[in-house]
């Protein structure tokens, strides 16, 4: 089984709403990943857990904030967002957190701020 | 730092003609590269992966690429499309740390 499942599929939200966008594994992987994909362009990285610690932030607004509860779960809260942060989020896994690893992904989160 | 440069914006063929997507990739350390395919409003799925060994790296759907550290190339390859191939395919690099860096995407649109 190598399936990561994100919840919700389609998400809504006012510029004052608070929502999390939650992602799921159960391939005993310890690497976690949470990528931007705005339309017509490639992912871009966010937020890397490794062993449930956050390895890597590449800048991101901390009007979005990544939670690693256990080795299975990946949560991404979201707080006062911009129109211009509408984009399908996607979350992955690999078994750890060095190279050439393969990172399985999820259908995505299609996140729409109005 | 690692770069992915895919030649392509979009590639037109018609059913059953062979396909080539361009992937010019950039690394100071130890490569590892991918081809990930995208259908529509989907996640991204592994079509293949070079890590070490052979250059001809064999995947699903009936792809294969072939890493080329001279030209610092991995293109990836299909003798004969389907209608069913048509979705855009992005190729990425990975550093010793895992993080993934993916090309601009190559659309192919494969028609009957």
């Known amino acids: 089984d190598t399936e990561v499942t994100q919840t919700p599929k389609h998400l809504v939200m006012g510029m004052t709403n608070k929502k999390s966008l939650k ?11 949470w990528y931007k994909q705005k339309a017509k362009k490639p992912p871009e990285l966010m937020f890397v857990y490794s062993y449930e610690k956050l390895s890597i932030n590449e800048s991101v ?37 060095t190279g050439g690893y393969i990172q399985y992904f999820g259908a995505g989160t299609r996140l729409s701020v109005l | 730092a690692q770069s992915v440069t895919q030649l392509d914006s979009q590639v037109p063929v018609f059913e059953e003609a062979p396909v080539e997507l361009r992937c010019n990739y950039s690394s100071s350390v130890s490569v590892y590269l991918f081809w ?39 293109h990836l390859r299909k ?34």
């Open chain 1, 23 to 33: 992602c799921e594994q159960h391939m005993g992987h310890r690497a976690m990943y």
């Open chain 2, 36 to 74: 990930y395919v995208q259908y529509p409003n989907q996640g991204l799925q592994l079509l293949l992966k070079y890590l070490s060994g052979s250059t001809l790296v064999k995947g699903i759907n009936g792809f294969e690429a072939e890493f080329n550290k001279s030209q610092t190339s991995f």
């Open chain 1, 61 to 97: 607004p901390s009007r979005f904030s990544p939670e690693c509860p256990n080795s299975s779960l990946l949560n991404l809260h979201l707080h006062a967002l911009q129109p211009e942060d509408s984009a399908l989020y996607l979350c992955a896994s690999s078994q750890g957190g």
């Open chain 2, 79 to 112: 003798p004969s499309v389907h209608i069913s191939d048509t979705a855009e395919y992005f190729c990425a690099v990975s550093d010793p740390g895992n993080k993934l860096v993916f090309g601009a995407g190559t659309i192919l649109r494969v028609k009957s």
